[in-house]
């Protein structure tokens, strides 16, 4: 795997002319229209790179964009990789790796997720301040001690820095940001009632199929990560007549993007270059 990421990372450095991307963002269902913000864009496809896997998810375009975000240089990946696909763990987080060798220290994930906080509404943004992971851990099997410990700390997954640079940003411009517990199940299929509650119960706020996978390599690669979720739907009180709906979710995210787009490029503008070279 190794020799895989260090190929995959080659590749994407000759589309880029070697150029570094300290940050990259992977953009959840329906998010992907952030890219659209990224200047002088070079778009390669993942048919494109080796060894990468291919988007098959609603509202993911399958397209890994570099250029020039709140005047930094970036990483895009417009959509992601899923457990629900038949992806194992290091298919799912197989970019992480490939962007750690590209040179990447900043990871900004953001996904669609069910808002199971009886305060959250649809449209809500939700920095994520921790989680709940239901998934397989990623880190199970051989370690790879080139990038990381056997055993990385999870005290604190995501970036506290950046967090208050987040609320700090969206309370100048009179933004309403929402921070709870982010938890992952595997999907595909959505939650019973049952299940929302449960999760409610154990101390999850949003609810989702994605995201901690990236989030536990990027930390176990030293990487600073910060996270949002769009609430694309309230997971508390269902009429008799409600159904879950893929289509919905992905309005709902799409409708967000504008103010997510503002907040990422707003705090990217913010962070100091990185003294770690890649590796």
Known sequence: MLTKYKETAAYISRRIH????????????GLGLLADKIEQPIVIPYTEIPHFMHST???????????????KK???MQGRFHYYEGYGMQEVTY??????????????????????????RIGDLMIIRDHINLLPNPLIG???DEIGLRFPDMTRPYDLPLIAAAEAIAAAAGIRLQKGVYLA?????????????????IGADAVGM???????????????????????????EFPPDYVNSGDDVIKAAAAATETMSFLF??????????PVHCA
């Open 265 to 274: 490029t707003k705090i990217i503008e913010q962070i100091a270059p990185s």
């Open 142 to 144: 051989k370690n790879i």
């Open 210 to 236: 994605s995201t901690i996978p990236e989030v536990i390599v990027a930390r176990h690669a030293g990487m600073r990560v910060f996270g949002m979720s769009v609430i694309t739907n309230e997971a508390c």
């Open 185 to 201: 199940g595997s999907g595909p299929s959505y939650e019973t009632p049952a299940e929302y509650a449960f999760f409610r119960m």
């Open 74 to 76: 970036v990483l895009a």
């Open 57 to 71: 998810a609603m509202g993911h375009r399958g397209n890994l964009i570099f250029g020039t975000l709140g005047g």
């Open 95 to 120: 970019p992480v790796r490939v962007m750690y060798f590209l040179g990447v220290r900043n990871l900004f994930v953001s996904n669609a997720a069910g808002g199971v906080n009886f305060n959250y």
């Open 18 to 29: 070697g150029e570094t991307p300290e940050t990259a963002i992977i953009l959840g269902s």
